[in-house]
């Protein structure tokens, strides 16, 4: 399922990250990737000993593990902390799947990958996230504080960017709902679970669809 959120980071909030970020050391993105990664990954990242890190992550991981769409879509179980990332002209990164296993020690599943865009869409020519699936592709470029989420078993790629800078926040989660499908599933039907609540909260059908959520919910969801 590919989900979106707008409006996640308010405009003053906005303001003061791209504050931090410009006062933060960027290094090559290809000291966080893997073997296969390193071939296709040409961007930069916000240094791990940034002074800036803890600060970036209350404002940008804050409004995101907070929001109610975020909790619906993901279910989520294990967050991790994002990546930084810029890319200037010319920096791109390939087509390619999110690794399976990430983090360090702390070890955890990649269910859900989420970028969280920082730059404004006439801030930067090309950069588009482009995610690969059965129906096709399709072509991501966000207002700046919005959010996209998607399975990470999903085929994406980031165009070249042409001209300016393409700021964003990366990260992943693994989900209590393994499967991706169901995950959907469960988001479709609680959101007609709710639109029953409001229309006839107290009609046979409002409880059958309540009740039948409930338990798909108890039969697929792994604590």
Known sequence: MLAS???????????????????????????????????????????????????LNELVMGNLVRHPKYRAVVWPKHIAAPFYARYEAGMSYGEHVDDPIMG????YRTDVSITVFLSEPD?????????????????????????????????????EVISGTRLVAVTWAQSTVRDPTKREILYDLNQ????????????????????????????WVEL
């Not at 970020?21 to 960027?26: A, G, I, P, V, W």
């Not at 950069?127 to 700046?144: F, H, M, N, R, V």
């Not at 679970?193 to 959520?213: I, Y």
């Open 5 to 55: 959120i707008d409006h996640l980071i308010s405009a003053q909030n906005l303001t003061k990250i791209r504050q931090l970020l410009d006062e933060s050391q960027f290094v090559d993105g290809k000291l966080s990737a893997g073997d296969v990664a390193q071939r296709m990954k040409n961007n930069q990242e916000m240094s791990t000993s940034s002074q800036h890190l803890r600060e």
């Open 192 to 219: 007609a679970r709710e639109l029953l609540f409001k229309q006839s909260p107290d009609s046979a059908a409002t409880k059958k669809v309540s009740a039948s959520f409930n338990n798909l919910v108890r039969r």
């Open 123 to 159: 801030e930067y020519e090309g950069g588009e996230l482009t995610i690969q699936d059965s129906y096709g592709s399709t072509q991501i470029k966000l207002p700046a504080g919005s959010a996209v989420m998607y399975p990470s078993q999903s085929r994406h790629y980031v165009a």
């Open 104 to 107: 360090q020690g702390d070890l």
